[in-house]
């Protein structure tokens, strides 16, 4: 995808501060975190949402959740962190390729979801 955010930081053509990446996978901290470790994980290949995946992504979708243990630990969340799929207009996605948010830090997280 031409214009998608992620691909143009995956091409190198939008600078990004790397946690990780191989020939698959890239992790990079969000520009807006919302807690002390805020980074997210995306396939290298343009995959536009969770709810398009098929089972062709099933290898990369996991190794993207195996990941997320040892690079929280790595980024100061060694006692657990918290990790987020948004998934369409409902699910609030704003950028329309996969990606998974892991967020923690030292101190717990609020609530997950805000009652409303």
């Known amino acids: 995808m ?3 955010i992620f691909c143009k930081i995956v091409r190198g053509e939008i600078p990004s501060k790397k946690v990780y990446e191989d020939e698959e996978i890239l992790a990079f901290h969000d520009i807006q975190p919302v807690a002390p470790v805020h980074f997210m994980l995306i396939p290298k290949r343009h995959i536009a949402s969770l709810a398009e995946t098929t089972t062709d992504d099933a290898l ?4 993207i959740l195996t990941l997320t243990g040892r690079l929280a630990k790595e980024q100061g969340s060694p006692e657990g962190y918290r990790t987020i799929v948004n998934t369409g207009r409902i699910g609030r996605q704003d950028v329309m390729h996969v990606h998974v948010h892991v967020l923690g830090g030292p101190n717990p997280l609020g609530r997950m979801v805000t009652p409303g």
């Open 60 to 63: 990369v979708l996991g190794r």
């Open 2 to 4: 031409q214009d998608c």
